[in-house]
């Protein structure tokens, strides 16, 4: 077993595109609390962070921006084209992230943790696992997943496979290798069965993924997913908020479809690939999805990003249940604050939103670099931003 009583831990690694971050979420879908560690990397030299006057006293001012925070991408160049300087950095920032993997796995409540990290195998944190995961991909698997994702040419795509360590090395020294081909059912499949094996008595997915089916039209009726002459019948009975799960995929893609009027076009293969970034919190009446919300926490911060209810549906009691089974939810994570992006009418809400907690806001006055970051990452044009901090004890403060 690991450093921590009663935790079980899997390191989880592999090379660039190969899917780790889909693999950490869809552990995170069964139970696991997991622990980006790269992202908490940036966080040890954030303004404030016990990291930032180390790396400006030893690299120089010149990386300052004029928000006070270190240029992250200032930063880059300079490590990436010194080994002296980047092992100098990760000198600074290693033994950090491993002081705040350490309080973080300590205040969680589940029992199986994961920690991502590229570098996984190269530092210390390999020696706290229990089980060292490694994700694996085709070549060109990795390489279309760039362009498609990170909007690089086939040249760029391939210069960035090449120039990390061979992935050969790492599946060498796994205990569980998923094989990530590109198809999130396989992914799914194969993810279940390895936490089945290295988990005893664990709860799995296997009976979610038998995707619901949506109705099928008789011979010549036409159906589109965005044209309503009449509202649907009120089911009666009570609202309830349930965990999305693979197999709602169907119902999922026609809600988003139809109550964007098509501004989403989604299918249930879209659906699937979503459940390896965010998971979705679904509003029932008499067993019928009658909202949902996508949401995420991704390095400590909580993102909703989907919010989408039928008309007849009360708003203010919907919100209520969902959002606070998202923030439940959230807390179990460790989040320390929740970013919500309304659009349309529910962003003019701002008396229902007030009685969450929720106040408006723009991503320059978080105050915490890192509640900025997850804010520009994902604002569109036309939503609103609407901040609520969850809790105040937050990692990588000064030592």
Sequence with gaps: MSNWSGKFVIGLTGNIATGKSVVRRMLEHLGAYTVDADALT???????????????????KWLVNKDGEIDRGKLGQLVFSSPEAMAYLEAIV?????QATEILIKRSTQSVVVIEAIKLLEGDLRNVCDSIWV???????????????????????????HAQSAQSAKVAVANIVITNTGSYDNLWKQVNAAWKEIV????????????????????????????????????????????G????????????????????????????EEFGEKAYMLLQLDQKTVGLAGWQVENLVTR???????????????????????????????SEASLIFPMNELAAQEALWKGLGYEKRTPETLGVQAWQDSAKEVQSAGSTLLFKQLRQDRVLRPI
């Design 42 to 60: 940036h966080r040890t030299y954030a303004r404030g962070a016990p990291g930032y006057q180390q790396v400006i006293d030893h690299f120089g």
């Design 94 to 98: 290693h033994p950090l992230v491993r």
């Design 135 to 161: 994700t694996n991909a085709p070549e060109e698997v990795q390489v279309e997943r760039l362009i498609r994702k990170r909007g690089l040419n086939r040249d760029q795509a391939l210069e960035r496979v």
């Design 200 to 243: 005893p008595g664990a709860n799995v997915l296997e009976a979610e993924l038998e995707p619901e089916t949506a109705p099928v039209p008789a011979a010549g009726q036409v159906t589109q997913a965005i044209a309503v002459e009449q509202p649907p019948a009120q089911p009666v009975g009570e609202l309830v908020v349930k965990r």
């Design 245 to 272: 799960k693979p197999k709602n995929s169907a119902a999922i893609a026609e809600l988003i479809t139809r109550l964007s009027k098509g501004a989403r076009k989604m299918t249930a293969d879209n659906v699937m």
């Design 304 to 334: 909703t990003t989907d919010i989408f209810l039928e008309e007849y549906v009360n708003q203010q009691k919907a919100l209520e249940m969902l959002i606070a089974e998202v923030e439940r939810a959230s807390a179990e994570l460790q």
